[in-house]
Nanobody
Framework: QVQLVESGGGLVQAGGSLRLSCAAS????????MGWYRQAPGKQRELVAT???????NYADSVKGRFTISRDNAKNTVYLQMNSLKPEDTAVYYC??????????WGQGTQVTVSS
């Protein structure tokens, strides 16, 4: 089992920045890929960015050049630096961990609200 706890969400004006953190505990050494997903009201949950245990990253087109995902394996933490935020980035952001035995774990989510 892997437990994930997100932090860092909040209210920010358009053009501002936020950094989300997700700390993993439990069977954290089994984690392969970690990522951030988001879900806006009335919409499906969508991928934002992922980072593998080796550091390979993947981004949604909508956030490329504005968001950066990073991972500190020593601290078992993944980060999402969000710059140049737009109102359409408003959503609940979820951290996800995928293990080497292909199990998925989710955090509880953190709200990000970008005002225009």
């Amino acid at each position: 089992q892997v437990q994930l706890v997100e932090s860092g969400g909040g209210l920010v004006q358009a053009g501002g920045s936020l950094r989300l953190s997700c700390a993993a505990s439990g069977s954290r050494f089994s984690i392969n890929v970690m990522g951030w997903y988001r879900q806006a009201p009335g919409k499906q949950r969508e991928l934002v960015a992922t980072v593998s245990s080796g550091g390979s990253t993947n981004y949604a087109d909508s956030v490329k050049g504005r968001f950066t995902i990073s991972r500190d394996n020593a601290k078992n933490t993944v980060y999402l630096q969000m710059n140049s935020l737009k109102p359409e980035d408003t959503a609940v952001y979820y951290c996800k961990a995928n293990t080497y035995y292909n199990a998925n774990f989710w955090g509880q989510g953190t709200q990000v609200t970008v005002s225009s």
